[in-house]
């Protein structure tokens, strides 16, 4: 019985009156998973006739587990396959102890993934709908593109793409802002079977040399600058920088397409390097708006996406054609209870894979109309939802927070009636902010996806589906069809029922990533080493006593900063390029408006004091190496760090001092010197 936790909030039974506007369904809260035209499922027919609950999902979810051939292959089926898969729908090793990983799904089908965006939307009479809505910095610059027109500005890059040389398997890299061009060029890339690798516009330099360096791409398709506020980042020169650092590296890239984005810098102000650099507007717009589209391999990549992990070096999660396709489709379908009428805005960047999998694939895949704004500034959150009836709203909950800061005020002053379904990625939402998320900006009346899932996954893997059962507040809920979450203790055996623990998933699932580029290796250590037999994901988490999944953030080194991800050792080695510093020790701290935040001991170089100017200069390493994102909140100065005798920083220690826990600072007698722990509290300013 899924009864009597205070937690839990219920959805009101579907009214019986039809409402006029499609774009409020009557159905608010208690999804009906009907109205698709691609029927995903036979099952779809159990749903028809009354509101979709816990007893429908958990026997299709039985399905999924029993028969999962038969159940993705049936879906499958509603995508355009040039050729059908082999016999085998899909084939696994999970185990490394009985050889290397591989997962396999669709394999020997050949499709597109662009195809099934844009051309098999557009053939389904979907053509004339708007595909997205784009808002810019300033509140009147705004603009949009048809499913047609979408597919000619895809067709014309890709077209231009192939003209200078880049080839099926050949990779690119995108550093673009939430400008329209950004879904161009991965549909455009997609099309013609190249990889591309999509580096948020607010990394470094450095970062973005480091990634050219490891997937050597054909060409770098940036944009000279962007407006972020009132402040225009010259993005063109930090690309610039990024080639010339490559070029040391041994890697060269001989063309830089380059959008001119005239509201934030004019073409003659850019730097320029002739031969290297060419405009997009100069060319791209000349070439035809029709492109044969390269079939591929299910199992050929798509995307290279690089993300932090335990240690510097960043990991390029790679991700094939047919299963991703697949599972974004059908997680974002079901999660968001998506209708054709929907509007749907996802607050996140195409640079991070939420952008990937619910911006740019999943609700196109779907024909749904996405609101893309290049600036989403808090404030004018709501003045977009009502200029767009937004139906599906898709945040993190960093925003949540700084949001609900501001007070109530500035929400319902909105009207907000549009909204059916709010969700919410990135990081465990806590919650008060959900209730706020809940009552305040749903008016109590929508149902919140909380979507539990990684740049790893491809695809939401723990989420409720909307109203389909009773919410408590900050449990992501229940598995999508097909998953297999497991809690295993420090030894890696499973617990059942109630308990606590690490998150793994047993079986394949088809959105998975199939490898680390270049390092299959470390995509064996890193995920299937700690616990054989099963997919590590790096996650604490509990179960309750009703079998709701509880997500207790990260137990790597891995820090989750407004939802980014960030590994606490490239803090660190950011810090120790520093010239003056020694040695740095990161570990999070928790933060009000940011989940988590960064809290850094440094040791300087013998004989430097430690003043404000040095605090300073070490943080903008930082924001050199990696981007001001992954700034420090806070730098601790530690003339000596708690170290045990052999030398292992003591991070527990740290981690009690920054979050001035000081009264369970627990047993430091194994420390090297354990006068170290009282020196660095003395030097705290709390
Ligand atoms: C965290 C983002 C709790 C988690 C899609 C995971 C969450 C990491 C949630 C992946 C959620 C994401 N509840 N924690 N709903 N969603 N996380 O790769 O720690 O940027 O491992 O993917 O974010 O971050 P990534």
Redesign the pocket.
């Known amino acids: 019985a899924l009864v009597s936790s205070p937690e839990q909030v219920r959805f009101p039974s579907p009214s019986k009156k039809k409402k006029k506007n499609h774009l409020v369904p009557s159905l608010i809260g208690n999804a009906r998973f009907t109205s698709s035209k691609i029927p995903l499922f036979k099952e779809d027919s159990v749903s028809m006739s009354r509101p979709f609950g816990l007893k429908d999902y958990r026997k299709i979810y039985e399905r999924s587990i029993e028969d999962p051939a038969g159940f993705w292959s049936e879906i499958a089926s509603q995508f355009y396959w040039k050729e059908k898969w082999d016999l085998e729908v899909y084939s696994e090793n999970i185990d490394v102890r009985k050889g290397s990983i591989k997962f396999e799904w669709f394999k020997g089908a050949s499709t597109n993934i662009s195809y099934n965006t844009l051309d098999r939307n557009i053939e389904a009479g979907n053509g004339g709908k708007v595909a997205i809505y784009w808002e810019g910095n300033e509140p009147d610059d705004d603009g949009q593109l048809t499913y047609l027109e979408l597919l000619e500005r895809v067709c014309q890059l890709a077209n231009y793409l192939k003209h200078v040389g880049v080839r099926k398997g050949d990779a690119v890299i995108i550093y673009l802002p939430m400008l329209m061009e950004l879904p161009i060029a991965m549909l455009a890339c997609a099309r013609i079977g190249a990889v591309h690798s999509v580096v948020f516009a607010g990394f470094s330099s450095e970062s973005l040399s480091q990634r050219i360096i490891d997937c050597k791409p054909k060409l770098v398709i940036t944009c000279n600058a962007v407006k972020r506020g009132s402040k225009a980042i010259h993005l063109k020169d930090i690309v610039d920088s990024a080639l010339r650092e490559s070029a040391k590296n041994g890697v060269t890239v001989d063309l830089c397409l380059t959008v001119e984005n005239k509201s934030a810098m004019k073409r003659g102000d850019t730097k320029w390097k002739e031969g290297r650099d060419i405009w997009w507007q100069d060319v791209v717009p000349h070439f035809p708006t029709k492109c044969d589209v390269e079939w591929v391999d299910a199992e050929d990549p798509l995307f290279l996406l690089y993300?932090s992990g335990s240690t510097g070096k960043p990991k390029g999660v790679l991700h094939t054609t047919g299963g991703y396709m697949v599972y974004t489709a059908t997680t974002f379908k079901y999660a968001f209870d998506y209708k054709p009428s929907d509007i749907y805005w996802c607050t996140a960047d195409c640079g991070?894979?939420?952008g990937h999998s619910y911006i740019t694939y999943g609700p196109l895949l779907n024909g749904a109309t996405v609101v893309a704004p290049n600036y989403p500034d808090c404030g004018r959150c709501w003045d977009i939802v009502d200029k767009y009836k937004v139906t599906i709203f898709y945040t993190a909950p960093t925003l949540v927070r700084s949001l609900m800061r501001e007070g109530d005020e500035y929400v319902t002053r909105h009207d907000r009636k549009s909204i059916r379904v709010l969700a919410?990625?990135?990081?465990?939402?806590n919650p008060s902010a959900w209730r706020w998320f809940y009552n305040v900006v749903g008016n109590s009346r929508c149902p919140i996806s909380?979507?539990?899932?990684?740049?790893?996954t491809g695809g939401?893997m723990?989420t409720p589906l909307p109203g389909a059962w009773p919410q408590k507040p900050g449990s992501?809920t229940f598995p999508f069809f097909g998953v297999q979450p497991v809690i295993v203790d420090e030894k890696g055996n499973e617990i059942e029922g109630e308990c606590s623990g690490y998150l793994c998933i047993k079986k394949s699932w088809p959105g998975a990533f199939r490898t680390l580029y270049g390092d299959h290796e470390r995509y064996q250590t890193t995920y299937f080493k700690p616990f054989a037999g099963y997919y590590f994901?790096?996650?604490g988490c509990s179960r309750d006593k009703d079998g709701y999944f509880w997500?207790t953030?990260?137990v790597d080194d891995?820090i989750?900063v407004s939802?980014?991800?960030i590994g606490t050792v490239e803090v660190e080695s950011a810090l120790v390029s520093h010239p003056q510093c020694a040695e740095a020790a990161v570990v999070g701290i928790e933060h009000e408006i940011k989940g988590q935040g960064i809290y850094a001991f440094v040791t300087l170089v013998e004989g430097v004091p430690f003043s404000e100017e040095i605090r300073k200069s070490l943080i903008l390493s930082v924001r050199n190496q990696i981007g001001a994102f992954a700034a420090p909140d806070k730098i601790h100065w530690a003339p000596a760090l708690p170290k045990t005798r052999s030398g292992k920083i003591m991070r527990r220690i740290l981690r009690k001092i920054a979050s001035r826990q000081l009264d369970e600072l627990g047993d430091t007698s194994t420390l090297a010197d354990p006068s170290v722990v009282d020196q660095l509290i003395a030097l705290a300013d709390f």
């Open positions: 993300t991070w894979i939420t919410s990625v990135g990081e465990p939402i909380d979507t539990w899932w990684q740049t790893e939401l723990i992501a994901t790096g996650d997500l953030g990260r891995v989750n939802g980014h991800r």
